[in-house]
């Protein structure tokens, strides 16, 4: 098949973040398939452009087995909100453009958000001389998400467009994957696509690369974290992110000089959160930027627990962070300061981590101070989390299901 991915935020090689396509992309490649992604040119947690992506409109590269067509979103995706609307808006202008260059596809994989992905997915899979069958995916909810964590006004103009945009998605598309069971009842309690429009193929763990390793490896000790008892909070600093809760458990947590919080990642409210803990005197959180993707996994054998926290609204009750599947397929617990199917997950279903109250740091510290005080339980929940992943969520075993969906649809 000649796969035709559109995604503005797929990773460029080395850069951090949530590489589920990529990774698709590559198992799909190597099975033998055609794959082109139509991707933006800025990195969505700086909110920058590459320097060799300014002032092109479209470019064409290589990721690999992958032809990847870079279209040109503005640098002011990152300077506020109103200028991350205009970027959306570019992005569908440039994207469009790039459908009418790349090869016609067989089947076309849309994945959202951003919402407006659906705009050129629908172009690619109709102005091609025949319908083309596409898949619209469901990463998030859209805008729901966005009311909650108060970026949009429910009764503002751009909201009302927005939830016009997600049922216009979810009528054309041929199917609707989402990434959640929470997600697909959403859509069927609000009466947007029938059940047998939706398909679910959640996240997972890229087990070809995040494996169980040595505590004591060589970036702990390049980081001097000694002995110590490290969680480590891999993840965006945005504001649904919410990590100041964690600077709220470092606070917590002063009489504990062998624990420590390391928080690994960028977003519009790192360089506050640094400040914040300057500010408290806090040596006991430290924020350590973006990294390399091919070096996460030694950051996360290298932590003794892994944490995944996300504002307390109950949209967030919906989802599965990313960051968890690559602590539990390291073989590291969790302390899960997100409430809803996550909960349900990690510590009901793969027993693999600790629950604390969102957005409450003395909850979050005492649930680090349980971990750090029992680590013989603390192992057996990285045992427990890195089972499960194995028999549940192995992202090569979800890229053959993918698969699957998209030949039923191409044949059909």
Not at 222 to 235: D, S
Not at 364 to 370: E, G, H, Q, S, V
Not at 375 to 402: D, I, K, Q, T
């Amino acid at each position: 098949m000649k796969i035709l991915i559109i995604h503005q935020y797929y990773l460029m090689p080395g850069q951090a973040g949530g590489s589920r396509f990529n990774e698709m992309a590559r198992l799909w490649a190597e099975q033998g398939h055609g794959v082109t992604v139509i991707a933006g040119t800025v990195d969505h947690t700086s909110g920058l452009a590459p320097e060799r992506y300014r002032g092109r409109w479209l470019l064409k590269e290589q990721d690999g087995p992958v032809t990847v067509w870079r279209c040109h979103v503005p640098e002011s995706y990152g300077r506020s909100y109103r200028g991350r609307m205009w970027a959306f808006f570019a992005f569908i202008l440039s994207a469009a453009s790039a459908v009418l260059r790349a090869e016609r596809p067989d089947i076309i994989v849309v994945t959202s958000p951003p919402l407006i992905v659906a705009v050129p997915g629908l172009l690619a899979a109709r102005l091609r001389g025949r319908k083309i069958p596409w898949i619209f995916e469901v990463r998030d909810l859209w805008p729901e998400s966005a009311i909650t964590t108060r970026v949009l006004s429910r009764r503002s103009p751009l909201c009302y467009l927005l939830y016009a945009l997600e049922r216009w998605a979810y009528r054309f598309a041929d199917r609707i994957n989402v990434l959640t069971p929470a997600f697909r009842e959403d859509i069927l309690n609000r009466g947007l696509a029938a059940v047998d429009k939706i398909a679910l193929i959640p996240n997972g763990a890229d087990l070809d690369n995040f494996r169980p390793g040595p505590l004591d490896n060589e970036l702990r000790c390049q980081l001097g974290w000694g002995n110590r008892f490290v969680v480590l909070y891999a993840g965006a600093h945005g504001r649904a992110n919410a990590v100041g809760q964690l600077v709220s458990a470092a606070e917590c947590l002063r009489d504990r000089p062998d624990i420590l919080i390391a928080c690994v990642g960028d977003g519009p409210e790192r360089k506050s959160l640094e400040e914040l803990a300057r500010d408290r005197r806090l040596e006991n959180i430290v924020f350590l930027g973006p990294q390399p993707k091919d070096r996460m996994p030694l950051f996360v054998n290298g932590a003794n627990a892994g944490a995944a926290v996300l504002q307390n609204n109950p949209t967030f009750r919906t989802v599965y962070p990313n960051k968890v599947f690559d602590y539990m397929a390291c073989g590291r617990p969790t302390v899960l300061a997100i409430d809803g199917i996550a909960r349900r997950l990690v510590c009901e279903e793969a027993r693999a981590g600790v629950f604390a109250e969102p957005e409450n740091g003395a909850a979050i510290a005492t649930a680090i101070r349980y971990l750090a005080d029992n680590p013989v339980l603390c192992e057996a929940m990285g045992a427990r989390g890195y089972e499960w992943v194995m028999a549940n969520a192995s992202r090569r075993a979800l890229a053959v299901r993918y698969l699957e969906l998209m030949a039923e649809l191409v044949s059909a």
